[in-house]
């Protein structure tokens, strides 16, 4: 079995740094765009984040806020998609299908 070290990958500097700011930036920003990849509206993003309550009890005793959802948020209506124009006159675009909390479909368009 061959070992590869960070050597052999082109890395010979000093081991990685843990930046728990900067992680916790890296992962609003990736979850803010799997929520619009996924179509989920701004308003289910919301709920979404409310339904995380150990998250919120930690953030809110290490933080005097709810951090994580606005850091999220904040990405979220910062990265906003830009709208699509319908392709033909009088033609909307097809929103997509997203599963609401209650069990409920609903369709945008």
Avoid: N
Avoid at 80 to 102: I, L, V, W
């Amino acid at each position: 079995m061959h070992h590869v070290a960070v050597q052999d990958l082109g890395d010979g500097g000093p081991p990685f740094v843990w930046d728990e700011e900067r992680r916790a930036q890296s992962r609003a920003q990736l979850d803010a765009i799997y929520f619009h990849l996924y179509g989920i509206e701004r308003a289910d993003v919301e709920y979404i984040m409310s339904t995380f309550p150990i998250v919120e009890r930690k953030d809110r005793a290490s933080h005097g806020t709810y951090r994580t959802r606005d850091l999220i948020l904040g990405y979220y209506d910062a990265t906003q998609p830009p709208t699509r124009t319908p392709s033909r006159p009088g033609s909307a675009p097809r929103g997509r299908t997203a599963r609401r909390h209650s069990g409920e479909t609903k369709t945008t368009q």
